[in-house]
């Protein structure tokens, strides 16, 4: 990313928050204030808005650029629909020691945290979390809201919906489908297809509660 004349708020005060900010002016670029509840730690070093309808008219107000950081999925998309939908700028954020292909799409509201890879002939949805040393191999597709947790590898040619959740160290092997709004438990490998909503957990993965992971979850 380049230097940005114009700034940025950031919605959401969370620890996600403190990671986006990070990255954001480690780049160069100017956070002008993050909005909602604050969860402790260090205080903000930079203004603290009450809610996320004050950081809408800020951003609408002085033209600036808004990104969405915080954790809940659905939550997440809903916001950077709302932005998109009010003609706000909600591009994606790409930590500068993340690696990107020219040849892969990320969608606005989509954050790509350090260290992590999107590889070539990839789709990334909008709002999506590509967390730290996280792993987007080429030809995935990556469905909105879905959250790629730190250090979790989605193999060539896998595909995610929208609203996963896809825990920190798991892997998603090549061509295999995860349905949409399901869990995959953190350093799980999954080898099978996995229906809408479900969670898995496991080496090899295996459906919570069942014994086997479905294989019901649509093709590659």
Known sequence: MTDDSLGWVVLGAGGHARSVVDVLERAGHTVVAVSGAETGGDPWHVDVLADDREAFELVAARSLRAVVAIGAGHARSTLVRE????????????????????????????????????????????????????????????????????????????????????????????????????????????????????????????TRGVGRASRTGGTS
């Not at 945290?113 to 597709?141: F, K, M, Q």
């Not at 489908?177 to 090899?204: E, L, Y």
Request: aromatic share 0%; charged share 10%; hydrophobic share 50%.
């Open 83 to 206: 932005l998109l939908d009010r003609g706000l700028a909600a591009p994606p954020v790409v930590a500068s020691t993340a690696t990107v292909s020219p040849r892969s799409v990320l969608g606005p509201g989509t954050v790509v945290l350090e260290h992590a890879h999107v590889g070539p002939a990839s789709r990334v949805g909008e709002a999506v979390i590509v967390n730290t040393a996280a792993v987007v191999e080429h030809d995935c597709r990556v469905g909105a809201g879905t959250h790629v947790a730190p250090g979790a590898v989605l193999l060539g040619g896998a595909s995610v919906g929208g609203g996963v959740l896809v825990g920190s160290g798991a892997r998603v092997l090549p061509r295999v489908t995860v349905g949409a709004g399901a869990t995959i438990g953190a350093g799980a490998v999954v080898t099978a297809h996995v229906a809408d909503g479900q969670t898995v957990i496991g080496v090899p993965a295996v």
